[in-house]
Nanobody, 122 residues
C-alpha cells in the first residue's frame, strides 16, 4: 500500500521559513513526478511546485522563495519555504504520479498525503 506522509508544517511569522517533508512508502518514486499542492480555506487546491529527476516547476507566486528537492535514497521530497507571506497560509499536500511528466493539475496525481497545516501570521 502506497502512503505519503507529510510533516514540518506549523505557525511562523511573515518572512520566516519552514521545510516540509513528504516520506513515501510502499513503492519508490525515483522515476516519477512528485509535487506539492496547497489549499486555503474556501479556495480550490492549487499547484505549488513539482520535481521529476532534475526538472522542477513552480507556480509564479512562489518562484524565488520555495525550493522543491528530493532524496531518492530516503524516498522523500522536501519543500523549503522562505520569505513566507500570510497568503501562503494553507494546508499543504504532497502528491505523486506514476509517470515522469510534470503536471500542475491535481487530477494527474494518483497518490496523496493527508496534508500539513502551514500558518503564516502577519
Amino acid at each position: 500500500q502506497v502512503q505519503l506522509v507529510e510533516s514540518g508544517g506549523g505557525l511562523v511569522q511573515t518572512g520566516g521559513s519552514l521545510r516540509l517533508s513528504c516520506v513515501a512508502s510502499g513503492r519508490t518514486f525515483s522515476d516519477s513526478a512528485m509535487a506539492w499542492f496547497r489549499q486555503a480555506p474556501g479556495k480550490e487546491r492549487e499547484f505549488v511546485a513539482a520535481r521529476s529527476g532534475a526538472r522542477t516547476y513552480y507556480t509564479d507566486s512562489v518562484k524565488g522563495r520555495f525550493t522543491i528537492s528530493r532524496d531518492s535514497a530516503k524516498n522523500t521530497v522536501y519543500l523549503q519555504m522562505n520569505s513566507l507571506k500570510p497568503e501562503d497560509t494553507a494546508v499543504y499536500y504532497c502528491a505523486a504520479r506514476d509517470g515522469s511528466t510534470i503536471y500542475s493539475t491535481s487530477n494527474k496525481y494518483v497518490y496523496w498525503g493527508q496534508g500539513t497545516q502551514v500558518t503564516v501570521s502577519s
